[in-house]
């Protein structure tokens, strides 16, 4: 792939991003063109990666920032593929196509449900301080650093549907074209960088890609914990 080094808020938008926060800022350079909010917008960002890139988000859009924890429900016998995600109060989203193939039992299923939400509660006391959310009528911006099979996105859309937002909007640098499609046909606003037919990994897409540390999501977290808007 072609590199560019220019500076996010100029040239071209570049093939591969330099890291998230590049990624992050050329995202609300998109957003900036294409929404004139009315009000503070919300950026509700996926750890631990998507914190960074929804942190460079909100700072440029003057918006909110909180996160919002999903996770990967995986197959028996192979934890990378998922059957589904989990949300904090138990919502699932399946993946049915798996399941069925794969006969996934339910039991199987009902078990990672209730170890998820552990994990998740742990994630959301650590990260926000609780996992009460205040949207009702709020406009949210939904992050993440980048999507694949999307079954953390799904869960999370699928509950914020739930919490009476005013508008949804998904920002995401990258995912495949399939998956971006499905994305694009259920929230309000989808704004996307890259959407490769042929896609194979977030990472390739990045130049940088180190993992997150919980330390680093905290730290930024830290930052705006006491900004008016943040529940």
């Excluded at 920032?65 to 192979?78: E, F, R």
Aim: proline share 5%; aromatic share 6%; hydrophobic share 40%.
């Amino acid at each position: 792939m072609k590199r560019h080094k220019e500076n996010a808020d100029e040239g071209p938008v570049p093939s591969v991003f330099r890291d998230r926060r590049q990624a992050g800022a050329i995202l609300a350079k998109k957003l900036q063109e294409r929404y004139r909010f009315a009000e503070k917008p919300l950026v509700l960002a996926i750890p631990r990666g998507g914190v960074v890139t929804g942190d460079e988000i909100a700072s440029r859009l003057g918006a909110d920032l909180d996160v919002i924890v999903s996770k990967k429900v995986g197959a028996p016998g192979n934890p990378e593929l998922a059957v589904g995600a989990v949300m904090h109060d138990g919502s699932f989203f399946p993946n049915t196509g798996i399941i069925e193939v794969l006969r996934v039992p339910q039991a199987y299923i009902t078990q990672q449900i209730a170890e998820k939400k552990i994990e998740i509660e742990r994630r959301l006391a650590k990260f926000r301080g609780g996992k009460d959310y205040s949207l009702e009528g709020r406009t949210v911006i939904l992050t993440d650093d980048g999507v694949a099979t999307g079954a953390t996105v799904f869960a999370a859309i699928n509950w914020l549907k739930t919490q009476k937002v005013k508008k949804l909007v998904v920002a995401m640098p990258v995912g495949p074209a399939d998956t971006l499609e499905r994305i694009r046909q259920i929230v309000d606003e989808l704004v996307v960088i890259h959407a490769p037919e042929d896609f194979a990994a977030v990472g390739v897409f990045y130049e940088e890609f180190a993992q997150v540390s919980d330390d680093e999501v905290v730290e930024i977290m830290g930052r705006w914990r006491q900004r008016p808007g943040l529940s």
